[in-house]
């Protein structure tokens, strides 16, 4: 049964950081690429950053503008998502993929980030 399990958000000021984490169980994790994403009330999904298996190849989206980094720990399944610079349009529902399945698939129940201005 595949579950992943995200942790680490909060309330934060404009310009606090936040690291998130996100467990995954019922797959074998360093079999794939893992990915972060979000949704924000009333919008669709946004994808934000992705790794390889090893960690070595990293990519978030441009309009983050270098605010946002992933990492993983193959030793404990799991990945995460350091975010700095944190701005009031970050506000979303933030969860954890794997290339599994697809960044749109969320296997847990996310973790909320609320940023005040």
């Known amino acids: 049964q595949v579950r992943f399990v995200e942790s680490g958000g909060g309330l934060v000021q404009t310009g606090g950081s936040l690291k998130l984490s996100c467990v995954a169980s019922?797959?074998?994790?360093?079999?794939?690429?893992m990915q972060w994403a979000r949704q924000a009330p009333g919008k669709g999904p946004e994808w934000l950053c992705g790794?390889?298996?090893?960690?070595?190849?990293?990519y978030c989206a441009g309009s983050l503008e270098g605010r946002f980094r992933i990492s993983r720990d193959n030793s404990k399944n799991e990945v995460y998502l350091q975010m700095d610079n944190l701005k009031p349009d970050d506000t979303a529902l933030y969860y954890c993929?794997?290339?599994?399945?697809?960044?749109?698939?969320?296997w847990g129940p996310g973790t909320q980030v609320t940023v005040s201005s």
């Open positions: 790794l390889d298996i090893y960690g070595g190849n990293r």
């Open positions: 993929a794997s290339d599994r399945d697809g960044w749109q698939v969320r």
């Open positions: 019922g797959i074998t994790f360093t079999n794939y690429g």
